[in-house]
């Protein structure tokens, strides 16, 4: 097969019935924000065989909202929007190229797939996939869309996403955007993280074990190779201690970068919400999203939450229904 990478080989497998490798994308990678996505793109990107673009956001999601099919005829609107989305650059495809692929490709999906076809090619690998935290929204759309796709899904202990994000947000940024943010900024973390999860765990719940897979952060910063392993023979990839060293050669050890743009290797306890999250918040945000959380094995720490906190949930909760949810 024409460019395939050193290691790869392409194989039967039964639950797809067909040659792997032949269709792009190949992978989806999802998670909500904060919980270690990129991390997971990193160490996927870095295999031999496999190239994992950075949140390019080539599905867009008003495109998502149309609730399209395979088949829907690709429009001059929708080129225009993916070439000129602010981050398409990160495929690494130049706009007249990009505009190239779309005159052949007669449907959406199929632009879609000659990008990441062109991205692989690029990329000097076989295959190629994409890292969009916001995706795991929308996991039945994908797969109806692009039915040879896999998806890895990320969760973390949302209590630490918060600590990240209470850190990473800027008023430009979606929860810095909503009114709330300023008065209660925990309780906005807990109510995204719940709705992003949730949608998640119903997406994992609707494509079945054969085309989702779920890593959590926690495995994954504390052991990366068991669990990179895991992932790739879910992906029916051979392991690839690149994985694992995707980091060496571009740490950067400058004061004052945050750990993502250090480039350091997977670590463990970089959030400790246990430390770090005033006693006020935790309960917080186990008032808004506790249930996931057990659900999801993360004890609570707070086996009751005081009925003035639990008034600023009710509170928080109708504002977003009103607020977000409608919207």
Not at 120 to 133: F, H, I, V
Not at 220 to 244: G, I
Request: glycine fraction near 8%.
């Amino acid at each position: 097969m024409p460019g395939e990478a050193a290691g790869w080989r392409p194989h039967r497998n039964r639950r797809f019935g067909g040659i792997l490798g032949t269709v792009n994308p190949y992978l989806f990678v999802t998670g909500c924000t904060r919980s270690g996505t990129t991390l997971l793109q990193r160490m996927l990107d870095s295999h031999p065989s496999l190239a994992v673009s950075d949140d390019t956001r080539v599905v867009p999601r008003w495109v998502i909202r149309l609730n399209l099919g395979p088949e829907s005829p690709l429009t001059d609107q929708m080129v225009d929007e993916i070439v000129g989305f602010r981050r398409f650059g990160g495929l690494g495809i130049d706009e007249p190229a990009a505009r190239r692929l779309a005159v052949g490709a007669g449907t959406f999906a199929g632009f879609v797939r000659a990008l990441f076809d062109e991205f692989a090619r690029r990329s000097g690998k076989p295959l190629a996939g994409e890292k969009t935290p916001g995706y795991e929204r929308y996991l039945p759309f994908l797969s109806r869309m692009f039915p040879d796709a896999r998806f890895v899904n990320i969760v973390r202990d949302g209590r630490d996403v918060a600590l990240s994000t209470l850190e990473w947000m800027t008023p430009e940024r979606f929860l810095g955007r909503l009114a709330l943010w300023n008065e209660e900024p925990v309780a906005m973390c807990a109510l995204r993280w719940r709705r992003q999860v949730s949608a998640g765990e119903q997406g994992r719940s609707e494509l079945g074990d054969d085309r989702c897979f779920l890593v959590r952060y926690e495995e994954l910063a504390a052991t990366p190779e068991p669990v990179l392993r895991s992932v790739a023979a879910f992906l029916d990839l051979p392991f690839n201690s690149s994985m694992v060293d995707f980091y060496k050669g571009r740490e950067r050890r400058t004061p004052g970068l945050t750990s993502k743009d250090q480039w350091l290797p997977a670590t463990s306890g970089l959030r400790n919400w246990r430390a770090d999250l005033a006693p006020r918040d935790v309960q917080l945000f186990e008032a808004l999203a506790g249930d996931l959380l057990v659900s999801l094995g993360y004890p609570l720490a707070e086996p009751e939450i005081p009925p003035e906190v639990s008034a600023v949930a009710e509170r928080c909760e109708r504002w977003w229904a009103t607020e977000v949810e409608r919207n």
